[in-house]
């Protein structure tokens, strides 16, 4: 599973690549001389990468929320400081 920044890194690298005017703003280095598809397509590629890195951070926050959970709950902190209600014993 990529780190949320993995998922940041591609994000921009592929960003640049379908946004050429993208690039040269943020100073992204080898795509001043090219122009981005202003049409349907490329409205539909860049809006296919926002969903699919959306995707992406949701499965990687689900990890490491999961991981969270799991920390506090082997280091059994007192039930008033473990939020999620797993880690609460009965």
């Known amino acids: ?7 940041a890194a591609e994000y921009v690298e592929r960003t640049a690549a ?3 005017f993208y690039a040269t703003y943020d100073g992204i280095a080898g795509h001043d001389h090219e122009l981005p598809d202003l049409g349907a397509d ?3 590629q860049r809006a296919g990468l926002d969903r699919s890195t ?3 951070l949701d499965a990687a926050s689900a990890i490491t929320w999961a991981l969270w959970v799991l920390t506090r709950c082997a280091r059994r902190l007192p039930a008033s400081k473990a939020t999620p209600p797993l880690c609460r014993s009965t």
């Not at 599973?1 to 998922?7: L, Q």
């Open 54 to 56: 959306l995707a992406a």
């Open 1 to 7: 599973m990529p780190s949320v920044d993995d998922i």
């Open 42 to 44: 490329g409205f539909a």
């Open 18 to 20: 379908l946004d050429p």
